[in-house]
């Protein structure tokens, strides 16, 4: 058979396939055509880090295009808000935040973005539970014997975390008078609050369950500043902790959400929000979040959105209390 009788019998077959309805696969609908990227305004090995990894894990499993996870720390999170901004609307950024870069935002005399309009909300995906970590053996080991060792007045303790950790036992020392008692220091992620704890150069360390069950070897997690129970792995690691509730305290227990670019339209962050919460189901995801002691708390982005606003105000008020 020469080479004009091959292209004749492919160009057959061609026209056969056609026939019976064979046919190129369709595109991929919006989201799936692209990668997701899911951008961390933090640095690799925070909390924020570690959800962001164990969904990208699972990611191929509802997204076809998968997940790739971007770190763009610094600034308590705001540098990595400014770049989900300078990037635009292109419909496949999403940024992965707590109430950290919000706090951080707020209290700039000049801030880079206004954390109140400059972002849609696709959807809460946990709730955070502050949790206060000190070394065993010390004075301040334990709740009680914090409060009185800050009621004695010896020395003012470091407590160290980012801006969202911080702002969370400001809060609750303050009803009890006590937030003159505490040197507050911000750190731009955890993992830098993390290094600069375990190093001695503060005393205590404000951070995530999932941080704080990596620790209990050599400390105690004496405080969870939410209203919440931990979940009953963590309990296992963490022990008996109070929280804010059990103490008759106002609870601080802020979101960790999902956003996009504010001119994204809102059909494809409704189609995100809507992917995003099929992927938090994915019993892959449910258990590794389990190991590391968190737990999954869905909201879509509707009621996310209102509850979002409540954050801004909230986050308002709990800003006077650093300056």
Do not use: C
């Amino acid at each position: 058979m020469n080479f004009k009788s091959i292209a004749t019998t492919v160009a057959a077959g061609a026209i056969a396939l056609s026939a019976v309805g064979m046919s190129t696969p369709a595109q991929a609908e919006y989201p799936n055509d692209k990668t997701v990227q899911m951008l961390v305004p933090f640095g690799a090995g925070g909390g924020t880090d570690r959800w962001a990894r164990v969904f990208a894990s699972s990611a191929f499993d509802v997204f076809e295009g998968g997940m790739r996870i971007q770190n763009r720390g610094g600034a308590s999170g705001t540098v990595g808000w400014k770049h989900m901004l300078d990037k635009g609307a292109d419909g496949y950024t999403v940024i992965m935040a707590s109430p950290t870069p919000v706090l951080a935002a707020l209290a700039e005399k000049k801030p880079p973005f206004d954390p109140g309009k400059d972002l849609k909300i696709v959807a809460y995906y946990s709730i955070m539970r502050t949790t206060l970590m000190v070394p065993k053996g010390n004075d301040y080991d334990s709740w009680d014997k914090f409060i009185a060792y800050l009621k004695a007045g010896k020395e003012k303790l470091t407590v160290g975390g980012t801006m969202t950790h911080v702002i969370g036992m400001m809060q609750a020392l303050n009803q009890l008078g006590l937030a003159d008692k505490i040197i507050p220091v911000v750190y731009s992620g955890t993992g830098k609050a993390m290094n600069d704890y375990v190093g001695g150069h503060i005393k205590t360390v404000a951070l995530t369950t999932s941080t704080a069950v990596t620790m209990t070897d050599k400390h105690n997690a004496i405080f969870n500043a939410s209203a919440l129970e931990y979940p009953k792995g963590a309990v296992k690691v963490l022990g008996d902790v109070p929280n804010a509730k059990k103490l008759g305290m106002k609870p601080y227990s802020p979101p960790r959400f999902l956003a996009m670019h504010p001119d994204t339209p809102d059909e494809q962050v409704e189609a995100m929000s809507k992917k995003m919460g099929e992927l938090v189901t994915q019993k892959p995801i449910v258990n590794l979040i389990k190991k590391l002691g968190e737990e999954i708390m869905f909201v879509p982005r509707a009621e996310a959105e209102k509850a979002y606003q409540e954050v801004i105000q909230v986050s308002r008020d709990n800003i006077k209390l650093m300056q």
